[in-house]
Nanobody, 114 residues
Framework: QVQFVESGGGLVQPGGSLRLSCAAS????????MAWYRQPPGQQRELVTY???????YYPDSVSGRFTISRDNAKNTMSLQMNDLKPEDTAVYYC????????WGQGTQVTVSS
Protein backbone atom coordinates (compact mmCIF):
# COMPACT_ATOMS: atom_id res chain seq x y z
CA GLN A 1 0.00 0.00 0.00
CA VAL A 2 1.34 3.42 -0.95
CA GLN A 3 2.34 5.70 1.89
CA PHE A 4 2.86 9.45 1.71
CA VAL A 5 5.42 11.68 3.41
CA GLU A 6 4.84 15.41 3.47
CA SER A 7 7.53 18.06 3.99
CA GLY A 8 8.24 21.74 3.48
CA GLY A 9 6.06 23.34 6.11
CA GLY A 10 7.16 26.04 8.50
CA LEU A 11 6.47 29.44 9.98
CA VAL A 12 5.93 32.24 7.51
CA GLN A 13 4.64 35.79 7.71
CA PRO A 14 1.41 36.81 6.00
CA GLY A 15 2.05 37.36 2.31
CA GLY A 16 4.89 34.89 2.29
CA SER A 17 5.34 31.68 0.32
CA LEU A 18 6.02 28.03 0.99
CA ARG A 19 6.41 25.00 -1.22
CA LEU A 20 5.19 21.70 0.16
CA SER A 21 6.38 18.37 -1.13
CA CYS A 22 4.81 14.93 -1.02
CA ALA A 23 6.80 11.76 -1.59
CA ALA A 24 4.98 8.48 -2.25
CA SER A 25 6.47 5.13 -1.31
CA UNK A 26 5.18 3.61 -4.54
CA UNK A 27 4.00 4.54 -7.98
CA UNK A 28 1.35 7.24 -8.29
CA UNK A 29 1.01 6.97 -12.06
CA UNK A 30 -1.99 4.69 -11.63
CA UNK A 31 -3.70 7.01 -9.19
CA UNK A 32 -6.36 8.99 -11.00
CA UNK A 33 -6.55 11.98 -8.70
CA MET A 34 -4.14 13.17 -6.02
CA ALA A 35 -5.01 15.83 -3.50
CA TRP A 36 -3.74 18.08 -0.77
CA TYR A 37 -5.81 18.34 2.38
CA ARG A 38 -5.37 20.46 5.49
CA GLN A 39 -6.59 20.43 9.05
CA PRO A 40 -6.71 23.82 10.77
CA PRO A 41 -6.42 23.88 14.56
CA GLY A 42 -9.58 22.54 16.18
CA GLN A 43 -11.28 21.92 12.84
CA GLN A 44 -12.02 19.04 10.50
CA ARG A 45 -9.68 18.03 7.71
CA GLU A 46 -10.64 19.70 4.44
CA LEU A 47 -9.75 19.42 0.78
CA VAL A 48 -7.35 22.11 -0.42
CA THR A 49 -6.86 21.17 -4.08
CA TYR A 50 -6.58 18.18 -6.37
CA UNK A 51 -4.95 17.19 -9.64
CA UNK A 52 -5.89 14.40 -12.02
CA UNK A 53 -3.49 12.08 -13.77
CA UNK A 54 -3.96 14.20 -16.88
CA UNK A 55 -3.19 17.45 -15.08
CA UNK A 56 -6.66 18.85 -14.55
CA UNK A 57 -6.72 20.84 -11.34
CA TYR A 58 -9.34 22.13 -8.92
CA TYR A 59 -9.03 25.01 -6.47
CA PRO A 60 -11.74 26.31 -4.16
CA ASP A 61 -12.16 30.07 -3.96
CA SER A 62 -10.24 30.17 -0.69
CA VAL A 63 -6.94 29.26 -2.39
CA SER A 64 -7.58 29.98 -6.08
CA GLY A 65 -4.94 32.23 -7.54
CA ARG A 66 -2.59 31.65 -4.60
CA PHE A 67 -1.91 27.91 -4.57
CA THR A 68 -0.63 25.71 -7.38
CA ILE A 69 -0.63 21.93 -7.31
CA SER A 70 1.60 19.77 -9.46
CA ARG A 71 2.53 16.10 -9.70
CA ASP A 72 5.41 14.18 -11.20
CA ASN A 73 4.32 10.64 -11.94
CA ALA A 74 7.83 9.60 -12.94
CA LYS A 75 9.26 10.65 -9.58
CA ASN A 76 6.18 9.69 -7.53
CA THR A 77 5.99 13.15 -6.04
CA MET A 78 3.52 15.96 -5.72
CA SER A 79 4.00 19.59 -4.75
CA LEU A 80 1.95 22.51 -3.52
CA GLN A 81 3.24 26.01 -4.16
CA MET A 82 1.56 28.41 -1.77
CA ASN A 83 1.86 32.16 -2.31
CA ASP A 84 0.36 35.15 -0.54
CA LEU A 85 -0.25 33.06 2.54
CA LYS A 86 -2.84 34.20 5.05
CA PRO A 87 -3.28 33.40 8.75
CA GLU A 88 -6.32 31.29 7.85
CA ASP A 89 -4.04 28.99 5.86
CA THR A 90 -2.50 27.83 9.14
CA ALA A 91 -3.01 24.08 9.33
CA VAL A 92 -1.37 20.69 9.08
CA TYR A 93 -1.18 19.81 5.39
CA TYR A 94 -1.50 16.27 4.06
CA CYS A 95 -1.27 14.66 0.65
CA UNK A 96 -3.34 11.64 -0.31
CA UNK A 97 -5.60 10.13 -2.90
CA UNK A 98 -8.65 12.24 -3.58
CA UNK A 99 -12.00 10.87 -2.49
CA UNK A 100 -10.90 7.61 -0.87
CA UNK A 101 -7.80 8.42 1.15
CA UNK A 102 -5.26 5.84 2.17
CA UNK A 103 -3.91 5.94 5.76
CA TRP A 104 -2.78 9.46 6.53
CA GLY A 105 0.85 10.45 6.89
CA GLN A 106 2.25 12.75 9.55
CA GLY A 107 1.50 15.86 7.59
CA THR A 108 3.53 19.07 7.62
CA GLN A 109 2.70 22.07 9.78
CA VAL A 110 2.18 25.43 8.12
CA THR A 111 1.89 28.43 10.40
CA VAL A 112 1.17 31.87 8.99
CA SER A 113 1.73 34.53 11.59
CA SER A 114 3.44 37.86 12.07
Amino acid sequence: QVQFVESGGGLVQPGGSLRLSCAASGSISGIATMAWYRQPPGQQRELVTYITRGGITYYPDSVSGRFTISRDNAKNTMSLQMNDLKPEDTAVYYCNIAGTPLPWGQGTQVTVSS
